[in-house]
């Protein structure tokens, strides 16, 4: 495959394009699930082609194909140009690309067991193993379990003479346990961070050791009793604050966004390029960091589909807005002079796009655990989980639920609640943070199926945070009667 990429880059440069890049990947991925004592789903898929990107009188073209031979390459190549060419009649002004340095690496992500060696059997047995756990419990008329696995070989040329490499695998599995009443049904789930991992990320006896606690939570959460709609402080844990990091600061700093390039799918952003390093985004307390070298995690995969290396920068720094996720075509329209590398495409036939970065809301610095945090509390709902959300387009205004919600009251979980959800304003809410748990208790929890573009991509990320505390959130809006 690297030498095809080889011939598409030489036709492009041949036929005019200013620049030319070509990636060539192989695509391996099983996805397993067991519904109660039955597998309800396996498929294991490959798939391996080309993308040819170029840039000609400063318009791009792309084209895509599954060639294995030379003349395919050629024909990929060669259509990009003219792409290219018949863009260029309509563009109101040239893409720029800031520069980048050409590199020759390789990067693997770390496997000790490669997941697609281990038997479909021994995945089988313990999805359904852990179902069977699940369904012991009186009251758990349902479970489900599941398991992905994937394997991204990525070969990245282009005119400038970067020549990179890329093994990277992706292991995520985890369950859900449901109790059915009388009008009702409620679930508790149970879902360990995904990681750029081999299969040893999949920890058989964590999963079998959580069963009979998520069981018993399931029918707990059934016959908890409503939220009483109001104004409460909130603990998260670190799961639920991963989808809301994702959704109202990670979609928020994507550049492409920011500048109005990204607009067909919620693709605005109130974060526009003037309020950089001016914004109020949270609390002093607030810093969101943004690493693409995370040992593990879900976006590290040593570069981009720019060719530009993993980096680590802020985000947001002491609560003001610092930074964006960008690309080398957009980095230079506020005047950087280099991309952060979060240009990706989650498919050989996918055009790159700007993603969000792995990022993590940063521990607290002074020593703080959970109990010392809810006891501090005195009062308020602590929430665990992803649940449901909504959000505007400006990614300002917002809506989340959790899996599973607890009272607290005189510092201690005193029972669980059910329909919970908090609404808020982004930057009031991130401003209402008073407190967050050290490193002991931060956790690299992800998102495996974050959705962007036109067509619509899907692509993967890591958001860490400890839990933390959030002062006078307005909860149980959704469901005011």
Known sequence: MMDLAKVALDTATARGAQYADARACTYRSQNLSAEEARVSGISDDESRGIGVRVLVNGAWGFAAGAVERAEGAMSLAAEAVEVAKASARLMPKPVELVPEPPRRERFASECTVDPFTVGIDRKVGLLLEINDRLLRQKGVSKANAHMTLRRCVRAFLNSEGAELASDVVTTNAGYMATAVGEHDARSRSYNPPGRTLGFENVDADDLLANTERVAQQAVEHLHAPDCEPGVYDLVLDPLNLALTMHESVGHATELDRALGFEESLAGRSFATPDKLNRLQYGSEVVNFVADNTLPGGLATHGFDDDGVAGQRWNIVKDGVFSGYSTSREVAGEIGLAR????????????????????????????????????????????????????????RCNFQFGGDAFWRIRDGRLAGMLKNVTYQSLTTDFWGSCDAICDQRFWVPNGVLNCGKGDPMQISQMTHGAAPARFRGVEVGGAFRR
């Open 339 to 394: 991309s952060t590398g979060g240009c990706r495409a989650d498919h050989w036939s996918s055009i790159p796009i700007v993603r969000i970065p792995n990022l993590s809301l940063m521990p607290g610095t002074s020593p703080l655990a959970l109990d010392e945090l809810l006891a501090d509390t005195g009062d308020g709902i602590y929430i665990e989980g992803h649940g449901s959300f909504s959000i505007d387009q400006m």
